[in-house]
Each structure stands twice: as C-alpha cells, then as structure tokens.
C-alpha cells in the first residue's frame, strides 16, 4: 500500500535547489549538514543567538562585546596594495571615536561602503587597543536608509567546511517563504496546555530565537517541533506494522515451556518485573499469525540478551532454530560466551559462527 503525499507540502519535500540562491554546489555542501529536502533545512535549527541589540557609548563598550553604533566616516587610511598595514577608517559615534580596522581590505570596497563624510550603521566585535576602540571587520555595514535590516538577535547555526554562516541563514529564510499553513493535527487543548504554537509559528520562532533561553528543548517552539517529529515517527511505525501484517503473513512460534522453564529454574537471580512483562509479550508475538515487529530497549546489563535467549528457545521448543545476530566479531563472541554459560545447566550448546568460520566446519 502506497500512501501518497499531500499536495500542500509538495513544497517543503522539494529539493534545496528551489530556494533562491541555492545552487547545486551550495545545495550539496547544505544535504551533508542538513539533508536533501527543504524540511531537513528547516528542521536544522540554531544553537546560540548573537544579540545585536546592544548600542553602547564609547566610554561603556566592554572588550570583547557585539555591539552596534550609528556612525559618521571621518577619514581612511589606506594602505598601498601588498603591503602589511590594515586599513583604518576612523568614525565618531556616541560619546567619541571607534576605529574600523580591515586586514587586506580592497580600496574600492572601502571607499565604497564607508565614504568619509557618510554615515553608516555598523555591527560586530569590539576590543580596546592602546586606549582606543576599535571593531575589526565589522560584521554588518549598512547605509541609514537600511538600518531596518540589521537583524537585532542573530540565529547561529552549526555548519560544516565550505559552509559559511550567512548562506545558510539566507537559504532558511527562504525555506521558511515556503512552509504552508497547515490543519493541525494537534488538538487545540494539548497545544493551549503546553502553550505551543501552530507548526508554521513553531518553525518561524524556533529560527528566531530571541534569547539563549529560546534555545531549550523545552521552549514552546521546540518542544512542538519535537512532538511532531516523533509524532510522525509514530505513525511512520504504524503504518509500516499494518502493512507488515497484510503483506508479509508470520509464523505462528508456540513454545512448550520445557526449555524456558528449566531456564528460569536454573537461574541465580529473579528476573525483574520489566523482564516479566517483556518475555510474556515476545511470547504472545510469537504466537500470533502476525509478523513480529518489535525493538527491545535497555540500559547496560539490564538483561537483554537474557531475553532474547528466552525468545530464542520458545522457537527451540517449536521445532525450530534460532540466532542471534551481532554487529561485530567480538561481540559474538562475547554474547557467545553469556549464552553458553546460560546454557550449559540444560545441556545445551550454542554454535558460534563467524566470518572466518571455515565453510566446511
């Protein structure tokens, strides 16, 4: 059975290549970080913020601090081509002067965007030199006129090589141009007790935090990202078991309980209630016409395998055989080692097969 995808989020499952912007170089540096899809973009959400809001006379900037100035472009120094020294382009802005220092700045580009006499708007990392305060390759230089688009609390997102902080936060914008206004399949009271946001709302807060706070698991925005995503993963699971049902008829497995109970009875420990609980349900799985599909969970030493073995000789009892599959050589063995010696007071022997077990043995 093939279930179709809905047309209204044809949009968010389109390649990254739709977004203005996005070229194939871009888009397959962003499918290593991120994934193939739109969605995945969407879903790469930022780890820390970048407060720009902060708009310091020069006598209070602390060094080391973001901070943005309105200024006015006194005068350039600029170095002739090749050589060592930074350029400096000295402005005054609130309570006196701040220094912008360029290392190996074009003079075009200079002359271009801070004309002396003009005045600018300017963002980034302040420090004080020999007295002096200074910002070096300003983050943000805009004319007054676009002030508006300094963004006060910048997203920062984790990137990978090639990758650079201003492409992936344009190409999300973008992304965010094309999220639907979907029916919510979340009902209204869960949402208004969690105080969660609509999923378009949730994806827009999430990409603009406005504190480190906005950052927590917990914050409203994300909490209701991370209920649809296991939401979905939920129903992704149900559909594959009722499908699994139809398509793929089981093997009805009814054990005697011979083996298991000699098992049980020759065990040194009792085994937990959880344990109890799971063994009866595998059990029932394995009775039914149905296809088991099932994932067993559990800390370090919570007695997994001796579940598994319980599982492994109800099949025994049925008249047929069983394994028990490890990713690797040494974990064979070592499971090889546990079942053996759980088995040895019943007579039994486990065969270990491995990789370099010779055909012929």
């Given at each position: 059975m093939h279930i179709a995808r809905p047309p209204v989020i044809y949009a968010l499952f389109a390649a990254l290549t739709s977004l203005p912007g996005v070229?194939?170089?871009?888009?397959?540096?962003?499918?290593?970080?991120?994934?193939?899809?739109?969605?995945?973009?969407?879903?790469?959400?930022?780890?820390?913020?970048?407060?720009?809001?902060?708009?310091?006379?020069?006598?209070?900037?602390?060094?080391?601090?973001?901070?943005?100035?309105?200024?006015?472009?006194?005068?350039?120094?600029?170095?002739?081509?090749?050589?060592?020294?930074?350029?400096?382009?000295?402005a005054e802005t609130t309570g006196g002067q701040i220094e912008l220092v360029f290392f190996h700045a074009q003079t075009d580009y200079l002359k271009t965007t801070l004309p002396v006499g003009e005045r600018r708007l300017i963002s980034g990392r302040v420090e004080r030199f020999q007295g002096r305060l200074q910002m070096p390759h300003p983050d943000f230089i805009l004319p007054k006129e676009k002030a508006d688009t300094l963004p006060q609390v910048e997203p920062v997102y984790p990137l990978t090589a090639g990758l650079k902080a201003r492409t992936v936060s344009n190409a999300i914008k973008a992304g965010l141009k094309t999220v639907p206004r979907l029916e919510d399949w979340i009902d209204e009271e869960v949402k208004a007790a969690r105080r969660w946001p609509e999923f378009k709302a949730a994806l827009l807060q999430a990409h603009a935090p406005q504190a480190v706070t906005d950052l927590s698991p917990t914050a409203p925005a994300r909490a209701r990202l991370a209920f649809d995503e296991l939401f979905a993963n939920q129903l992704a699971l149900g559909l594959i078991r009722q499908q699994t049902k139809t398509a793929l008829p089981g093997r009805v497995i009814a054990g005697t309980g011979q083996l298991t109970d000699q098992l049980l009875a020759s065990l040194p420990f009792t085994p937990t209630t959880a344990q109890k609980r799971v063994i009866s349900e595998i059990t029932t799985d394995q009775a039914s016409a149905d296809r088991m599909l099932r994932l067993l969970q559990g800390d370090v030493g919570s007695g997994k395998t001796f579940v598994a073995l319980m599982a492994m000789l109800t099949a025994v009892e049925a008249g047929t055989q069983a394994a028990l599959l490890a990713p690797t050589e040494i974990l064979a063995r070592q499971h090889h080692q546990n079942l053996s010696a759980f088995l040895a007071p019943l007579g039994l022997t486990p065969v270990l097969l491995t990789g370099a077990t010779k055909q012929k043995e």
């Open positions: 070229g194939p170089k871009m888009a397959e540096l962003l499918n290593k970080r991120t994934g193939r899809y739109v969605i995945d973009l969407l879903r790469h959400l930022p780890v820390s913020v970048i407060d720009r809001r902060a708009r310091p006379a020069v006598d209070d900037a602390e060094d080391g601090q973001i901070a943005t100035f309105e200024i006015l472009v006194l005068k350039a120094d600029i170095p002739p081509p090749r050589s060592r020294r930074p350029a400096r382009v000295t």
